[in-house]
């Protein structure tokens, strides 16, 4: 039986919840003949919720009566897929309230192959998530429980569920509320030793209680990424994250700290662990309130300079976020001589955001400068008190960047000609995006016949960025000064 045959005798009714794998086949149906094609290839599918469940589900006129049937119907349909010869491979639900796990339990029992397990947002009781816990087999290698309103009484049964999961790679439980002494339960109860990925942010986490108990830390783990964004984490305390970082140096490449409480003391120390890490390609240090001195050690750690390794290439970072960090134009100032000085830099960097620090023109003129000859995808200016002189230089460097997709430059000080000019550029892109915030900009009064003659006489009505930028930001600034 060939593809074309496979497509057109599945069921309707059933295709909607089968996501086509990676694997062998891309279709799966219910009928005799393909459970035994797929018993014969040993064939995993993914199951989720189909689009007409969840748009229904989620439409306003819904009753609850009606999406209790939905998540019956789903969770059905799946426990028959892992008791027929389908063997799931990754089971995820979104966005429910379930009352009864019955059928949810039934099917992980039944599902001796799965992998990848994903629950996020869903309304379970506190009473009914350990049944849940208990029923997810040892073979799960994914386990993502986000939003899943995890709280200290049900740290018990979690912490047997990490016991039992010998092969477990990615963790995830974000948004949850085990605070640091449920963590420390968790984080000392896991068994697996190829643990690698670990996502904990937005869990009102605190470092104190990791410096108190080291064993239940993260240094006993070797980790190519560690999400530990918007908690309580405080530098002083973080010997713990900082072994971590240190002994993962070989293998770390994304590393979220944001929106903690670091500060300069936290960001010096975490710099000199970040030395380690030679194969980095994702920072985010966001909303530490590390000042210009704690963004100087950062750059010192990106491009270590120790004597006798001077060609050394440092750090080739892909992307770096030091938004809400009290930076100043001294700040963008060394950024500009560490990417002019780094040709790893140069080449890696893709993905830049400094929103939210008081930059002004000067500032922001040496980060557009800095950034020329990388190939950016991705760029957030945002609320950095930026005039026109910095907006009109965007705009002419913004040719340089093809490939620039996002572009945030929302609440600054730019006039309606300079956001036409950046816009037009933006919309010239070999990405044909048109995501840009331009919103909250200070506009001054709207632009003179003298600035429409010159963006009509551009030579090329196509690609008005032909104009004569200096001449324009000439007339600009004798506009601000009356």
């Known amino acids: 039986m060939n593809l074309q045959d496979f497509l057109q005798l599945t069921p309707v009714d059933l295709a909607e919840h089968v996501i086509p794998p990676t694997r062998v086949l891309l279709a799966a ?9 797929v018993a014969k290839m040993r064939c995993l599918v993914d199951v989720l919720p189909g689009k007409s469940i969840t748009q229904a589900y989620a439409a306003v006129d819904t009753t609850n009566a009606e999406r209790r049937a939905l998540v019956r119907l789903f969770l059905g349909k799946s426990l028959c897929m892992s008791m027929a010869d389908f063997h799931i491979r990754s089971l995820t639900v979104h966005g429910m309230v379930i009352s009864n796990v019955g059928l949810l339990t039934a099917t992980l029992a039944h599902s001796t192959r799965l992998e990848l397990l994903h629950l996020h947002n869903n309304h379970i009781d506190e009473d009914l998530i350990c049944d849940v816990f208990a029923a997810i087999p040892s073979c799960v290698r994914i386990l993502k429980l986000t939003r899943q309103w995890i709280t200290r009484s049900a740290v018990t049964p979690l912490c047997a569920l990490m016991a039992r999961l010998v092969l477990l790679a990615d963790l995830d439980l974000s948004e949850n509320y085990l605070n640091s002494h449920g963590m420390e339960a968790v984080t000392s109860s896991i068994a697996s030793a190829q643990l690698r990925h670990v996502s904990l942010g937005f869990n009102h986490l605190k470092s104190r209680f990791w410096n108190e108990h080291p064993q239940l830390g993260f240094e006993r783990f070797v980790l190519h990424t560690l999400d530990l964004q918007h ?16 002994g993962s140096g070989a293998v770390l490449t994304a590393l979220d700290v944001s929106y903690n409480d670091l500060r300069l003391l936290g960001i010096s120390y975490l710099s000199a662990s970040l030395q380690h890490c030679k194969v980095l390609r994702h920072l985010n240090v966001a909303g530490n309130t590390c000042g210009d001195a704690g963004f100087a050690l950062l ?4 491009k270590p300079h120790v004597p006798g390794n001077e060609g050394e290439p440092g750090i080739a970072l892909q992307s770096l976020n030091v938004a809400h960090n009290q930076l100043s134009s001294a700040s963008a100032r060394l950024f500009n001589r560490s990417v002019t000085d780094s040709h790893a830099l140069q080449r890696s960097l893709c993905s ?18 800095a950034l020329a000859p990388c190939a950016l995808t991705k760029l957030s200016l945002a609320e950095c008190l930026m005039g026109d002189t910095a907006g009109l230089c965007l705009a002419r460097t913004m040719r340089q960047w093809p490939k620039l997709a996002p572009l945030d430059v929302h609440g600054n000080r730019l006039c309606p000609t300079t956001l036409l000019l950046i816009e037009t550029a933006l919309r010239q892109n070999e990405s044909h995006c048109e995501q840009m915030l331009l919103s909250g900009n200070w506009f001054v009064q709207q632009s003179t016949q003298e600035l429409q003659e010159i963006l009509l006489a551009s030579p090329d009505a196509a690609r008005p960025l032909d104009v004569d930028l200096r001449r324009v930001q000439d007339i600009l600034a004798a506009q601000a000064r009356s």
């Open 29 to 37: 149906m219910a009928s005799k003949v393909m459970r035994q094609t």
């Open 231 to 246: 908690n309580k984490l405080q530098g002083v305390f973080c010997d713990s994250i900082y072994a971590c970082v240190r």
């Open 299 to 302: 750059l010192a750690a990106l």
């Open 352 to 369: 830049v955001s400094f929103s939210n620090n008081d930059l002004y023109d000067v500032g922001v003129q040496f980060i557009i400068e």
